[in-house]
């Protein structure tokens, strides 16, 4: 029977390269933007409720002894959200901490299982906030993401406790879709592209960040390729590495937990991620 060592294995240990390479999470730029822009702090309470404003006030031109419409006008409502929970488990088994340590340890393992957290954290985060949260295609109990939120109501007819349809108004203006755009372009071109951007239009609020999956990413490429095209550097999404074209005035960028096949076009200034003060449930662990 063979030895198990010789000469120099039975005396020279293995060398182990002191840093861990993720092959199992990828990164989120519409994940990053909200946590470092858009996080809103929240203190408390059984729900999340915002005022917006939905109808608009009787007006109009008069003559001298002309009558006015004094009729009172309901004018505001609110959205409300629930507060959603995510954990990450990690199971240690504490005698492993007898042999992790010392000089042959070449890593701490525990802070390899808390690096590992927190990708998957952002993984899950990152993922279904391109959900629905209803059950069609998340649990209830998720996110209520951006396939919920920029409907035009022919999928979801309502968002944040309001039925679409109830944001008709009497001058003829209907909000149904809550400013959402939605159409499908089988082929894919520029033209439908911009008319998508210019319906999400809304007085000088327009789209300032397109996310997508990297085929379709690439067929844009390739479409604005022939003429002049800006590869981005000054974004906050282009300075930590992530590809970015500049088009009309917003960033287009991939994002790999983009479901296959979509589009989205966000204006990221109206868009709050809120995460509580309490340090547990702020990204904290026990």
Known sequence: MAL???????????????????????SSPVFTRLRTRNAERFEGGTTIRHPIAYAELNGGAFQRGGTFNISYVQTDTAIEVNPKYYYVNVTLFGTDNVLSRGPDAAMNYVESKMVNASGKMAKLLGTDIFLD????????????????????????????GITRSDLGVANG?????????????NPFTMVGLQTAYGAAWFGNEHIDLIVTSQSIWDIIWNKIQPQQRFLEESSDVAKIGFQSIRW??????????????????????????????????????T
């Open 4 to 26: 198990t060592w010789d000469d120099i294995t039975g005396k020279v240990n293995k060398h182990i390269v002191p840093r861990l390479v993720d092959n199992v999470y990828k």
């Open 173 to 185: 203006t209907n909000n149904q879709g809550i400013n959402g755009y939605i159409t499908s372009l």
């Open 248 to 285: 009309n005035g917003a960033s287009i960028t991939v994002d790999q937990y983009a479901p296959s096949g979509y589009i989205f076009g966000l204006n990221t200034k109206y868009i709050q991620f809120w995460i509580s003060t309490l340090p547990k449930y702020q990204f904290g662990f």
């Open 133 to 160: 949260g209803t059950g069609v295609n998340s649990a209830t109990i998720n996110l209520d993401g951006f396939q919920q939120a920029l409907d035009n109501g022919n999928t979801y007819a309502s968002y944040g």
